[in-house]
């Protein structure tokens, strides 16, 4: 019963618990059992929350019980990225420098959760403050990729997307600010959708860069991600960056999967050199797949996309740089050389900071301080602003051409943990395809369209729509998934893998 019930998508589990024909309680027990069956191999997880869980389990059945009218993800777990606060939770941001730390209020998309009656199993594990592309910056340990465990599950979601690929919860909760929902998603063989910037509340997730991070859903199914895009999205008045526009029916979209008509383009500086053949490969057929549900395929041109790694990495750090200066020592997490002597407040934060971060937040705090830095803010961060806005053109010229862009996620399967951990710039690289989303705010997706034949590792491709037209996302992937999946004959993730 319990490999049953892990293997259903999120929408099955839901149709079940509001029959009856299986508790709440029965499926949270069977994911808790499965994460304490393969999660010390795969770590996805940096705290589970079982009591927690059970109690909210048991609500959603007491609900329906008493004939309550259940929401659409009623009783469906759901693993949350360790970068969105819940109360009374441990909150770390995978940092050392937060060890111990719990939150006295919800995020409000963990509120919209649990309103929903979605089952929150627990935390998981991220490169450190959401820096990183492998899931090894985390001061916790790294995650391990459920499709061969000495292999990266990306970053910084790692631990969001391994837990659904593990089979460990059918939904989880990442946060992109520079691809990292959408290439973990790409990696493990899952659904990852980025929101347009200000759709989904960023009240309560701890901030890494304000204009760019943006929470969103991750899944086995395109389906599965839209009931959770409709829980988590819409207004908030507690965030000063939330757009006030309806969202769109992305359920609707998700169950219409119908491109006939639709121009779809393809970006051109988002392939060629430096992408993998097999990913390559996977992605032309998909393009073909897709021409023959109905849809004109263009080529679009974004001449600007070139600069725009260069120009995010500026941005980013600068305000990571401002955003970080909370982690003091003073007023949360740790403390550290209180006691030694008679320190002044400078040099316990010194040392607190000193103790607390790992090397690639110093190194992203250095960069952003200097670029920040009198004399050099005009030479870095404001022309990474202009190139901000020409990237944001080049979005709209697209757009002129075309109803969605297209291209592959990441440049590469997952690589060898350990690989480009020496190698920042390296490491950098891996997010050269979802990078412009984010500088633009548009929204995107990835979701997977096969193998690659090299290594037998999932590959992702990237759906991008305008600004809050984030329905057309949904529609496109559900109806690449459905033909894909008739080609395949079974989903990517048919089944739990044997951890």
């Keep these: 019963m319990t490999s049953e019930l892990i293997s259903l998508t999120a929408a099955e589990t839901a149709s079940k618990v509001a029959s009856g024909e299986v508790s709440a309680v029965e499926v949270a027990n069977a994911h808790l059992d499965r994460i304490g069956a393969v999660d010390e191999r795969v770590h996805a997880f940096l705290y589970v929350d079982r009591e927690g869980a059970i109690a909210a389990a048991d609500a959603v059945d007491k609900a329906r019980a008493a004939g309550e009218q259940l929401s659409p993800l009623a009783g469906v777990p759901l693993a949350l990225k360790d970068v969105m606060t819940q109360k009374g939770i441990p909150t770390t941001c995978g940092s050392k420098i937060l060890e111990g730390w719990r939150p006295p209020y919800d995020a409000t ?19 450190e403050f959401a820096m990183g592309s492998s899931t090894e910056h985390s001061a916790y340990g790294p995650t391990h990729n459920p499709w ?20 460990e919860a059918p939904l989880a909760i990442g946060t992109d600010t520079g691809g990292s929902i959408r290439q973990p998603a790409a990696v493990t063989g899952t659904v990852g959708v980025k929101p347009t910037y200000g759709a989904v509340s960023r009240y309560g997730l701890v901030a890494l860069a304000s204009s760019l991070d943006q929470a969103g859903p991750c899944s086995r199914t395109v389906l599965d991600a839209a009931l959770l895009h409709s829980v988590i999205a ?3 008045p507690m965030d000063s960056t939330s757009v006030t526009d309806p969202v769109p029916d992305v359920v609707g979209a998700a169950l219409r999967a119908d491109v006939k008509g639709l121009k779809i383009g393809i970006v051109r500086e988002l392939g060629g050199e430096g992408y993998q053949a097999g990913v390559r490969q996977r992605f032309d057929e998909a393009v073909t797949i897709l021409e023959g549900l109905g849809a004109e ?4 041109s974004c001449p600007h996309f070139p600069y725009a790694l260069a120009a995010y990495y500026l941005i980013l750090p600068s305000e990571c740089s401002s955003n970080l200066a909370k982690f003091d020592g003073v007023r949360f997490g740790i403390r550290v050389g209180e006691g030694d002597g008679d320190p002044s407040i400078e040099q316990v934060m010194g040392r607190t900071r000193a103790a607390g971060f790992g090397d690639e937040t110093i ?24 190139v901000r806005t020409l990237i944001q053109r080049d979005f709209a010229a697209a757009f002129a051409q075309a109803d969605v862009l297209i291209s592959p996620t990441a440049p590469t399967t997952a690589f060898k943990l350990g690989e480009k951990l020496d190698d920042p710039l390296a490491m950098y690289l891996n997010d050269v395809a979802t990078i412009p989303a984010n500088l633009a705010g548009i929204p995107g997706m990835s979701l997977p369209v096969g193998l690659a034949p090299e290594d037998g590792l999932p590959v992702g491709l990237q759906i991008m729509a305008p600004a809050l037209a984030d329905d057309r996302l949904y529609n496109v992937g559900a109806a690449l998934e459905a ?15 044997s951890l």
Aim: proline fraction near 4%.
């Design 109 to 127: 998309v963990t509120a919209r959760l649990k309103a929903a009656g979605v089952v929150i199993l627990g935390k998981t594990n991220m490169d």
């Design 148 to 167: 061969d465990l000495d292999r990266i599950p990306g970053g910084s979601g790692g631990g969001s997307a391994a837990a659904v690929a593990a089979f």
């Design 234 to 236: 819409g207004h908030d």
């Design 297 to 300: 395929i263009v080529e679009v």
């Design 363 to 386: 190194r992203r705090i250095m960069l952003g301080t200097y670029a920040l830095s009198a004399g050099y803010y005009d030479a870095y961060y404001g022309q990474a602003q202009k």
């Design 483 to 497: 033909a894909l999946l008739q080609t395949w004959g079974h989903p990517i993730l048919q089944e739990a893998p």
